[in-house]
């Protein structure tokens, strides 16, 4: 811990990746964990454009559930670590796969959010995008003004991410000093290709995670606890 803690203490640039792990200390279920996401579907099922044109109302279901579970939960003391760390330091970069805000409502200011944001609305015909957080939203599936069918502002399966965010995810990862993976599985690419750059690029890599990944043992430091402990230990 002491050597991750000056590590972190004596890096000026620093870069992190979450994944749900994060915001499971704040209710909200990771999509492989235990509970599973929703009832008997994997997010692989739901979470692409084929299930949406095969079946719009059914994936909105389980988007209007997960925006409703987000809106009753709070950001979590491993979210607020990350928003004192952005303040202390001159050069900090946040990519999430998580769609939750959380990092947003907790203060945290450069966000990249690689997989998009659940309460955001676009239009499938017009492409107009909004913010709705009505929770639950009054018709599903929601239909645009123009009439077009609205979908998540996610990316899915199969999608490729947002460019700008994904190239400045990239650059943070290649000129930290030290990364940060924070409860994330590593399993889901582009996303996880961050960590092994950021090693190969030098950085000293820290992990936290609950469970071992397939990355925990080539990296400098890997701490098996729950994020909302260990950060605040991590960045005090
Ligand atoms: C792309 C947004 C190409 C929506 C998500 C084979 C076939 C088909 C595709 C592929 C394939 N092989 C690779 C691919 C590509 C695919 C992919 O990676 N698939 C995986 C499953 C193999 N990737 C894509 O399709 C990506 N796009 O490649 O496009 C392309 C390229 C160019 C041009 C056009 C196209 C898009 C991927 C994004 C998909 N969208 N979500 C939504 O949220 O609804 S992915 C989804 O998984 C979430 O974003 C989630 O964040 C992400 C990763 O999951 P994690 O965040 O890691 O969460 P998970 O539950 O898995 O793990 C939680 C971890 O936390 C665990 O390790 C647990 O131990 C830990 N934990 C739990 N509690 C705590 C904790 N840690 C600390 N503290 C705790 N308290
Ligand atoms: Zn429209």
Request: glycine fraction near 8%; charge should be neutral; proline fraction near 7%.
């Amino acid at each position: 811990m002491q050597q991750a803690r000056k590590w972190i203490r004596e890096a000026t640039s620093v870069s992190v990746l979450t994944g749900a792990g994060i915001s499971a200390e704040s209710g909200i279920p990771t999509f492989r964990g235990a509970a599973g996401l929703w009832k008997q579907f994997r997010a692989e099922q739901l979470a692409t454009p084929e299930a949406f044109a095969h079946d719009p109302r059914l994936v909105w279901e389980w988007y209007d559930w997960r925006r409703s579970l987000i809106a009753g939960a709070q950001p979590n003391p491993g979210h607020l670590a990350l928003v004192a760390l952005e303040r202390a330091k001159p050069r900090f970069t946040l990519a999430t796969q998580n769609v939750d805000g959380l990092h947003e409502r907790a203060g945290s200011e450069n966000i990249l959010k690689l997989h998009g944001d659940i309460w955001t609305l676009r239009c499938t015909i017009c492409g107009l995008e909004r913010c709705d957080r009505r929770t639950p939203l009054p018709e599903l599936p929601p239909l645009c003004e123009c009439g077009g069918l609205l979908r998540p502002g996610v990316v899915w399966f199969g999608e490729s991410l947002p460019n700008g965010a994904w190239e400045r995810a990239e650059r943070a990862a290649r000129e930290c000093a030290v990364f940060l993976v924070i409860g994330t599985s590593a399993v889901v690419y582009p996303a996880a290709s961050l960590v092994p750059l950021a090693k190969t690029s030098g950085a000293k890599v820290i992990e936290c995670n609950t469970e071992e990944t397939p990355f925990s043992a080539d990296l400098h430091k890997s701490f098996r606890e729950p994020a909302a402990e260990l950060l605040p230990q991590l960045i005090a």
